[in-house]
């Protein structure tokens, strides 16, 4: 095989969505994989669409993604190219102007075939066709026309693209072989449907990757998902980049639609989430509680490292995305917790004084460990005569706000002696109103 040479082009008219961001990883696996070149090629030519945003925001998407480029490229940079070789199609003969713009010509019988590399062969009658332009009369290339040239110049071996391109390839075709050059493989992936087996649309989650990003997922959970729309390996369901790049080739790649289905992406996220270095998901937990208010950059900072690593540790146990964990995160922080409605109920007369008590012994302990409060909790229950259960869960609602977190004393501890003694106080309170 020669030397793999792939390219992404997107068209900057909108945002990556996820059908574009799966192309790009597979051209990105393809060429890692063979040790060859994955160029970017911003598709440009549609100057009343395409914006400086997009492109900003596909390169953005695209480096989440950990989809570095060897070359980057811009159609609009190669008119010139573009109108030389419309010129050459002129000469031959095998185009002809018409209202100022370059038109080719279409064979009139007989079928062309794709041998494509997913789909086996595709043959196609050419008398479904008809003349279409190649240079608008604005001197600007068409997309099928500029694809080819600069496919060519650039050496492109293998062009892997979704399958709704597929009817553009018997012109491309064409006008490879009236330029007397030969085509690159072609290989078509084939569409990502919606769980009800419908095109994917935004109700299905087909928005931005950025959106992915901004709602906590980690971009190794994103890859390994898309990695995984329409590709397998035996029934391995978690990869990693490297072992991505290791097994990736094209005769991976199933020929029927892949489904979307967002349960498996929060479940991938949730496995990475467990593997993620404890230091690094605290940095992301940090970044996570400022984007979403939860606490103030300053806050954050005021956290020692220690506490906020171990609460990154314990949150990942039972929350899928980093919003999730940003949100169970709260009560690190100073402040009231609204209590849940069910968290309510517990606060009966007979746990005011349990509690009040446990505030006090918490209140003495210079060391503020898990092991430590542990001590403390079960010492005052132990006087009191009463188990464990008779007041767990209504203290677990008034350090955390929540009836569901990680290990009742180690919440605790995370939640600091002042926080977890004012909010036990303020609970104690509640329920000797309740006897009123």
């Known amino acids: 095989m020669a030397k793999v040479r792939v390219r992404f082009a997107p068209s900057p008219t909108g945002y990556l969505h996820v059908g574009g961001a799966r192309t790009a990883l597979f051209n990105w696996l ?30 953005e998407s695209l480096l989440w993604l950990g989809l570095d480029w060897d070359e980057y490229y811009r159609q609009t940079e190669r008119f010139e190219r573009h109108r030389e070789m419309a010129q050459a199609l002129l000469e031959r003969g095998a185009a002809y102007e018409s209202e100022g713009a370059v038109w ?28 279409f332009v190649i240079l608008r009369s604005d001197r600007t290339p068409t997309y099928n026309f500029a694809c080819v040239v600069d496919d060519h110049d650039m050496g492109i071996t293998h062009v892997i693209r979704g399958d709704e391109h597929l009817n553009n390839t018997p012109k491309q075709i064409w006008i490879y072989g009236a330029l007397g050059w030969e085509p690159p493989a072609f290989a078509h992936i084939p569409l990502i449907l919606g769980p009800d087996r419908t095109k994917l649309s935004k109700r299905h989650g087909a928005v931005s990757v950025l959106e992915y990003k ?34 990736f080739d094209l005769d991976g790649i199933g020929s029927s639609a892949a489904v979307f ?26 970044e996570y509680i400022v984007q979403e208010g939860v606490a103030s950059e300053g806050e954050v900072k005021a956290l020692e490292r220690e506490r906020l690593v171990r609460a990154a540790e314990l949150l990942r146990e039972r929350n899928k995305t980093l919003v999730d964990m940003a949100h169970a995160a709260r009560f ?26 446990i505030a006090d012994a918490l209140e003495a302990l210079d060391d503020f460990s898990p092991e430590a409060v542990e001590r403390a909790v079960r010492g005052v229950l132990q006087e009191m005569g009463l188990p464990l259960k008779a007041v767990a869960q209504a203290i677990r609602v008034l350090v955390t706000g ?32 309740a006897i009123k």
């Open 261 to 286: 289905d967002e349960a498996k992406l929060l479940w991938l996220n949730h496995e990475w989430l467990k593997r993620t270095d404890p230091e690094r998901l605290a940095d992301l937990l940090a």
């Open 332 to 357: 690190l922080f100073p402040g009231e917790l609204p209590l849940p409605p069910e968290g309510k109920e517990l606060l009966k007369p007979d746990v005011a004084e349990p509690l009040e008590r």
């Open 214 to 247: 901004r709602r906590g997922f980690l971009p190794e959970a994103m890859v390994n998902f898309l990695a995984r729309l329409g590709w397998s390996h035996g029934d391995q369901e978690v990869f990693t980049r490297e072992e991505l790049i290791r097994y």
């Open 104 to 131: 080719f010509r279409v064979p009139k019988s007989g079928t062309t075939a794709v041998e494509d590399l997913i789909l086996g062969r595709v043959e196609f009658a050419n008398s479904e066709f008809k003349d």
């Open 30 to 59: 393809f060429a890692r994989h063979h040790g060859g070149t994955f160029i970017l090629r911003i598709e440009d030519t549609d100057r009343t669409r395409s914006t400086e945003e997009a492109i900003e925001q596909i390169k």
């Open 402 to 433: 929540r009836t569901v977190s990680p290990g009742l004393f180690d919440v605790i501890s995370l939640a600091g002696k002042e926080n977890a003694v004012r909010r036990l106080r303020s609970g104690s309170a509640l329920a000797r109103a």
